[in-house]
């Protein structure tokens, strides 16, 4: 009988510390879920900047290239190609500034 009860209290603090484990474990998933959402959210906002960043550098390499397209269509034909050497100035190689 003794045997018996002691068993039982046995039982019965193992379910009981079961349920506190279980209990922690529960809080501990709860709060990496929450870790976890605030990750994503963090991520999707990083998304959006980046997204916003590459599409002004996108909208302007479309404004570069646009006005270097039409410096070149209205640049005369006879007047000579600027030199891009480091010394060299627009006004002594191009015949628009004469």
């Known amino acids: ?17 079961s349920e506190v484990r279980d209990q922690a474990d529960w809080e501990f998933w ?15 906002e ?6 916003r960043a590459v599409q002004a550098t996108g ?3 479309q404004v570069l290239d646009t006005i270097l397209a039409l410096a070149i269509i209205f640049m005369p034909t006879h ?3 600027p ?11 191009c015949c628009l500034a004469a």
């Open 1 to 17: 009988m003794a045997h018996e009860d002691a068993q039982d209290q046995c039982k019965e603090a193992w379910n009981q510390h």
């Open 30 to 44: 709860a709060q990496l879920l929450a870790l976890m959402y605030e990750w994503v959210k963090a991520l999707q």
């Open 46 to 51: 990083q998304t959006t900047v980046l997204e």
């Open 59 to 61: 909208n302007d390499c």
């Open 79 to 81: 007047c000579p190609t």
């Open 83 to 93: 030199d891009p050497s480091p010394g060299c100035s627009l006004e002594a190689t």
